[in-house]
């Protein structure tokens, strides 16, 4: 059974910075495409960032771009959302979640961490 479990949330003022991660288990790791969603305090889920099987190739949501940096380590299972200049727009729950056939459309789903930017 595939189980996600994120890390490393909490509270930052505005302009700090925060990194998530999320360990994968169940399954071999490099056999999922990964990504970040978030959904904020009365919003819709949001996609944020997504990465391929190898890490080569990473996607970014316009909101995030040029703050946010998505990574893996397939060796560790782990998939890191490096988190800049944060905003208290990017207050959110946020969560990994895992493909094995595209970018687009996701099989497995972690619990969350919960991130709050103060102004």
């Known amino acids: 059974q595939v189980q996600l479990v994120e890390s490393g949330g909490g509270l930052v003022q505005a302009g700090g910075s925060l990194r998530l991660s999320c360990v994968l288990s169940g399954r071999t790791f490099s056999s999922f495409a990964m990504a970040w969603f978030r959904q904020g305090p009365e919003k819709e889920r949001e996609w944020v960032a997504a990465?391929?099987?190898?890490?080569?190739?990473?996607y970014y949501a316009d909101s995030v771009k040029g703050r946010f940096t998505i990574s893996r380590d397939n060796a560790k299972s782990t998939v890191d959302l490096q988190m800049n200049s944060l905003k208290p727009e990017d207050t959110a729950v946020y969560y990994c979640?895992?493909?094995?056939?595209?970018?687009?459309?996701?099989?497995?789903w972690g619990q969350g961490t919960q991130v709050t930017v103060s102004s």
């Open positions: 990465i391929s099987w190898t890490g080569r190739t990473t």
């Open positions: 979640a895992a493909s094995t056939s595209s970018l687009n459309d996701y099989d497995y």
